[in-house]
């Protein structure tokens, strides 16, 4: 029987993680991640898995983020019935993560269904729900880093720390052959890899000596300056310090899982040596204060916290859980500190701090996160005067911030690094989770290394490789959910987003109410015209 790999996600595009491993009659997945980013790639979650849920023996799940575990309450609703293995830090994560995966999944649906139900369109149902996402935490069965642990039916998992989130793990696995001849097959999933000096983490480990390495590619076209802690916390303290001058607020959009967490240890560090001044911290986000205590309860196993998680107990923090606590955040009249979710400004509480704070040119705004395209954080990074939230226009005059020091991620020099150390890989590297540019991007690094081209594979949506062939591989025949070349544009979405954006921009610049109106019916007329043949 064959021993076949299917790449079910993250091939091109860097989420919905999913790996289909077929060998001796098993089959099992690494990753059940969600799809992120342009409407094209958000359908695929309410589609149709590329195998049968119910064949499915067991879920290996490298870390918690909802691009790598997002899809399982989906598998599991669609008749999987198997464990899904995973370090204690993914499982105390996901325990919250993926019940408020499915609270949006909720909520993004009646607000869907309102607009049909305005256009005559049937109702669409959640992809799953709170419920499914609690029920699926029954499913996950643990796994200790640095130990060998027997599956059965010859497969032995070996957990190796990946250094990019709590629980994250680089994945590998060993399979038996069939007879009692042959060798054993030896695959390496890296999940994702963490940089150098990530703060909790120690760098990222690995064995040598493996068939098929499968690697993520993240930032396979990009470079990063290596950034020491002191180095990181000298320049958080100099933004702090500065937006707290003469009573200023500083409000920070940061993501729940870890990222607040990073921030609130330097913070806390910060704070007790001095170098900033002591100051309210408010962490305003019920989601990120779970994941401060999941970051407390796992303290003896991370680094640079003491082990009764002390670094999160400063007297001056502040969680503000309920929505009352929260909105009594406006009425504070000192410099504080405000930290809220979403990352990237979209949605959450950090939104009405926003709307309270962006007039004020006393108030600091500080991006701490990558914003994607189009999102409320990247118009504030781009310095729009003036921005719509909730239906209202607010005047900018914060100060608004970018602080690139703090990553999950290894650059390309640390992921070729990471490849390197796993040598001799004996049969290949695939290249996964990235965009087109730094798959090739990195694949050119490392025939530079000397790992020649004919053994590093850029995999694309749904390809099936069969693994122990000569060549080295082999493409099986599938059909594709999606064409790599759909997956490489950008969906009409995303350039009509831009086009209104212009448009906007256009007007704002317009010089009255006259010049206004040309514009518009300009427009229309260009709507009205016959389409030029091109
Ligand atoms: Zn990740």
Redesign the pocket.
């Known amino acids: 029987m064959k021993t076949v790999i299917k790449f079910c996600g993250a091939a091109g595009m860097v989420t919905g993680s999913c790996y289909l491993v077929r060998h001796n009659g098993l089959c099992f997945l690494v990753d059940c991640g969600m799809f992120q980013g342009s409407k094209t790639l958000k359908e695929l979650n309410y589609g149709e898995f590329p195998f049968e849920p119910e064949s499915i023996d067991f879920v290996l799940l490298t870390?918690a983020?909802i691009?790598?575990s997002g899809l399982i309450p989906k598998l599991i609703k669609k008749g999987f019935a198997g464990r899904v293995f995973a370090t204690e830090g993914t499982r105390d994560l996901l325990s919250f993560m993926l019940p408020d995966s499915g609270y949006i999944q909720e909520t993004e649906v009646t607000y869907l269904n309102r607009r049909n139900e305005q256009r005559g369109l049937p109702p669409v149902t959640p992809i799953y729900t709170q419920e499914d996402g609690e029920k699926a935490i029954e499913h996950f069965d643990l796994i200790d880093y640095q130990a060998w642990r027997d599956l059965g039916h010859g497969v032995r998992v070996h957990f190796w720390n990946a250094g990019?989130?709590l629980g994250?793990a680089s994945i590998e696995i060993e399979l038996a052959p069939k007879e009692t001849e042959g060798d054993n097959i030896r695959l390496l999933f890296s999940g994702?890899i963490g940089p150098e000096y990530k703060l909790f983490h120690p760098d990222p480990v690995g064995p040598s000596d493996i068939d098929y390495v499968i690697c993520e590619a993240t930032y396979g076209d990009r470079e990063r300056k290596t950034i020491p802690p002191a180095e990181r916390r000298k320049k958080l303290a100099r933004v702090v310090s500065k937006a707290l001058s003469n009573g200023g607020t500083l409000v920070i959009p940061a993501f729940s899982v870890e990222r607040t967490q990073e921030l609130l240890a330097d913070i806390s560090l910060l704070m007790s040596s001095g170098a900033i001044e002591e100051h309210i911290v408010f962490l305003d986000s019920p989601l990120a204060i779970r994941a401060t205590k999941t970051f407390s309860r796992h303290a003896g196993n991370l680094e640079d916290i003491a082990p009764d998680g002390d670094l999160f107990k400063n007297g001056n923090f502040v969680f503000t859980r309920t929505v009352e606590e929260s909105k009594k955040i406006n009425q504070y009249k000192g410099g504080a500190i405000i930290i809220a979710a979403s990352g990237m400004c979209e949605a959450g509480r950090i939104r009405h701090h926003l709307k309270r704070r962006l007039w004020d040119k006393n108030a600091t705004v500080l991006m701490v996160g990558y914003q994607a395209p189009g999102t409320l954080g990247s118009l504030l990074l781009a310095g729009k005067k003036a921005v719509r939230i909730q239906g209202e226009d607010i005047k900018v005059r914060a100060h608004i911030r970018e602080l690139d020091v703090y990553s999950?991620h290894a650059d390309a020099a640390e992921l070729q690094e990471w490849i390197l150390k796993r040598m001799p890989i004996r049969r290949g590297v695939f290249l996964t989770h990235g965009d087109p540019g730094a798959r090739e991007a990195l694949s050119a690094r490392l025939a530079q290394s000397g790992l020649s081209e004919d053994r590093v594979f850029l995999p694309a949506l749904d390809d099936e490789f069969e693994l122990l062939t000569v060549p080295v591989k082999e493409k099986l025949q599938t059909k594709p959910r999606l064409d790599p070349a759909v997956v490489a544009r950008l969906d009409w979405h995303n350039d009509l987003a831009q086009l209104s954006l212009d448009i906007r921009d256009e007007l704002d610049a317009a010089a009255d109410e006259r010049s206004r109106q040309k514009i518009i019916r300009r427009l229309r007329r260009a709507l009205e015209a016959k389409p030029a043949k091109d």
């Open positions: 870390h983020h691009d790598h990019h989130i994250a994702d999950g």
